[in-house]
């Protein structure tokens, strides 16, 4: 008998936040832009087709605002509730939440990957501690979902946590490489398990905005 499982991780629509520039911890995010919604309108459409072809087994969002906002539309269209892991947040942020990321970067001298063992504000985690939270997550979501369809809406630094997870990169990764992740787009990674249960991670997508329309892709 042959399985796959299959991880699709789809990140938030635009926010405010975003399109101003802040820092969108649970202070500074106050939720999806009217574009945003649009581009999560779109997303839900595509997820919903697929949900028909091969159903989602669970569905996962993360606690803050732009991503419940995403959710509940995308929940709508696949009629699948999805269950809030609060582990899945993006960074905690400290003192830099709700402040201009220009300003947070300039102080630091860079974005949070660029030294991820220090904090890049007061009261905040490191990006090698966030990397440890979100993939110790995203492992246990793997672990209980053996062969099923997992859907996660969720950060852009969701996306790279799982990307670290699955490429089994080293912890100081981010100092060479990142992943673009634009608004609503979409990546999967499928394992497939062959009668020989042999199973290989396999990146399928990454930052897939086909679903989206001519002057919804992010700028």
Not at 33 to 55: C, I, N
């Amino acid at each position: 008998m042959t399985s796959t499982t299959e991880l699709v991780i789809a990140r938030h629509g635009e926010a405010a936040c975003n399109l101003a520039g802040i820092v969108g911890g649970e202070h500074g995010c106050t939720g999806l832009t009217d574009r945003g919604r649009q581009q999560v309108a779109q997303l839900a459409a595509r997820l919903a087709a697929e949900h028909t072809a091969r159903p989602y087994a669970v569905f996962y969002s993360t606690p803050r605002l732009r991503v419940v906002q995403s959710a509940e539309i995308i929940a709508q269209a696949l009629h699948l509730p999805p269950t809030v892991e609060p582990e899945l947040r993006g960074p905690d942020h400290g003192d830099a939440d709700g402040r201009p990321w220009a300003d947070v970067k300039t102080a630091f001298q860079g974005p949070p990957q660029h030294v991820p063992d220090i904090p890049y504000a007061n009261g905040s985690e490191t990006w090698s501690q966030y990397l440890r939270r979100a993939t110790k997550t995203l492992r246990g979501i793997l672990a209980r979902h053996y062969g099923e369809r997992i859907l996660v809406v969720a950060h852009g630094e969701t996306i790279e946590a799982a990307n670290n997870l699955l490429l089994a990169l080293p912890q100081d990764a981010c100092l060479r490489l990142g992943f673009v992740t634009d608004h609503a787009s979409v990546t999967r990674w499928q394992r497939p398990t062959n009668r020989f249960g042999r199973t290989i991670w396999q990146l399928a997508a990454h930052n897939d905005t086909r679903h989206l329309e001519p002057g919804d892709e992010q700028l």
